[in-house]
T-cell receptor, first 112, second 112 residues
Framework: KQEVTQIPAALSVPEGENLVLNCSFT??????LQWFRQDPGKGLTSLLL?????REQTSGRLNASLDKSSGRSTLYIAASQPGDSATYLC???????????FGGGTRLMVKP | NAGVTQTPKFQVLKTGQSMTLQCAQD?????MSWYRQDPGMGLRLIHY???????DQGEVPNGYNVSRSTTEDFPLRLLSAAPSQTSVYFC???????????FGPGTRLTVT
């Protein structure tokens, strides 16, 4: 059974710092991996989707990388801002496409 | 586009009552799914549908029913509510199962 782990569970940084969030998964037979942002009491907002054949995807200040063979993905946030404060979740979809397995999330606080 | 909409936003039920959580999307997406989010357990898949008339079970289907009579709507029915079903419920959709997932704002359900 696929297991997805996100470390750290919580992170507090000063504004302007570049930071890296980590996501690891146990079964490398994935179809794609998606990063989400969740604000308190809200739904999930999709940030980036990486296909298994891709190494990275970029959107603005966000860059996500994928190393399928080692079961790892990282989300890089450049020049963090207080508005980036949220919980960040990664999720992997298996090759059959039926299951999207989520990690527990990293709660990020960016201090002004 | 309204995206993925869910009603109600909040609901309190007594044990044994039944209710339907509504989910609709206006993006002509074929794939729709229901998740529950619990502290310490992350998001878990309840049921999913790959198109009108086709549904299947996810990781935690017991106590829930779904049907998909139209492309737009995917209601989730609780047949006899139990305190263990206290959770936040999210509906998600995508063009096809492998595509980027879009989430609704969630329904917070409390069963007393």
């Amino acid at each position: 059974k696929q297991e997805v782990t996100q470390i750290p569970a919580a992170l507090s940084v000063p504004e302007g710092e570049n930071l890296v969030l980590n996501c690891s998964f146990t079964d490398s037979a994935i179809y794609n991996l998606q990063w989400f942002r969740q604000d308190p009491g809200k739904g999930l907002t999709s940030l980036l989707l990486i296909q298994s054949s891709q190494r990275e995807q970029t959107s603005g200040r966000l860059n996500a990388s994928l190393d399928k063979s080692s079961g790892r993905s990282t989300l890089y946030i450049a020049a963090s801002q207080p508005g980036d404060s949220a919980t960040y979740l990664c999720a992997v979809r298996d090759n059959a496409g039926n299951m999207l397995t989520f990690g527990g999330g990293t709660r990020l606080m960016v201090k002004p | 586009n309204a995206g993925v909409t869910q009603t109600p936003k909040f609901q309190v039920l007594k044990t044994g009552q039944s209710m339907t959580l509504q989910c609709a999307q206006d993006m002509n997406h074929e794939y729709m799914s229901w998740y529950r989010q619990d502290p310490g357990m992350g998001l878990r898949l309840i049921h999913y549908s790959v198109g009108a008339g086709i549904t299947d079970q996810g990781e935690v289907p017991n106590g829930y029913n779904v049907s998909r009579s139209t492309t737009e709507d995917f209601p989730l029915r609780l047949l006899s509510a139990a305190p263990s079903q206290t959770s936040v419920y999210f509906c998600a959709s995508s063009y096809l199962r492998y595509h980027e997932q879009y989430f609704g704002p969630g329904t917070r359900l409390t069963v007393t």
